[in-house]
């Protein structure tokens, strides 16, 4: 009878310990299985945010090729055979750009830059450039906003004069490098796209576009 008994308290002890061993292997499994859940979520928000940003840039980048072409009379003055010095200006303080908002610089966006060395090292608010809002994007506080993808900070473009075509055909025609930035809806998130385009022209007839 006594050793029917210890029998059976050693039997039903094993059955603890593993059954304690089993539920801390289901809880470890468990937490592994939420936490990889939590990471994955973390990676989607923030390539979704990053392509926020990507996307924001590049409508600003967009919109500032078509105000050369379209508004700032460059092509006219390429056209004349002259660049277009009477649109550049030599530094670019914040303005807001309208339909026929921007501005051409003559020094280029690292050297307003100072001691940084890339456009997403300088905190914000940015302080060089045109300010443009694309179609549909929300700017401000989250709290004075009833969309939930808010913008901390406005998308800015700069208009770089990098001086005449080199041309061995007789054509004239100027260089324009634009950099375009926007956060995403963190203001942690930066993207920054850039493009250099000529307009040029073959037969320069003043004033003809």
Not at 45 to 69: H, M, V
Not at 192 to 199: G, H, M, Q, W, Y
Request: proline share 5%; hydrophobic share 40%; net charge neutral.
């Amino acid at each position: 009878m006594d050793s029917s008994r210890s029998f059976r308290s050693t039997h039903s002890g094993l059955v603890m310990v593993s059954s304690l061993l089993l539920l801390l292997v289901v809880t470890i499994l468990a937490l592994s299985i939420f936490r990889s859940f939590g990471l994955q979520e973390r990676i989607a928000g923030n390539t979704r945010d990053k392509q926020r940003a990507l996307q924001a840039a590049i409508s600003t980048q967009q919109y500032a090729e078509q105000w050369i072409i379209n508004y700032s009379n460059a092509p006219t003055a390429v056209n004349a055979g002259i660049a277009s010095s009477a649109a550049i200006h030599g530094t670019a303080s914040i303005i807001y750009a309208s339909t026929s908002g921007g501005q051409i610089c003559s020094n280029t966006l690292p050297s307003l830059l100072g001691s940084y060395t890339n456009i997403t090292q300088v905190p914000v608010p940015w302080t060089a450039g045109v300010y443009y809002v694309p179609p549909g994007l929300n700017v401000g506080s989250a709290s004075s906003q009833s969309s939930t993808d808010v913008y901390p900070q406005t998308p800015i473009f700069y208009i770089t004069d990098l001086g005449p075509v080199a041309s061995s055909n007789g054509s004239s025609g100027e260089v324009y490098q634009v950099d375009a930035y926007s956060s995403g809806t963190s203001a942690n998130t930066v993207a920054v796209v850039e493009s250099t385009f000529a307009i040029t022209c073959i037969v320069c007839a003043p004033g003809a576009i």
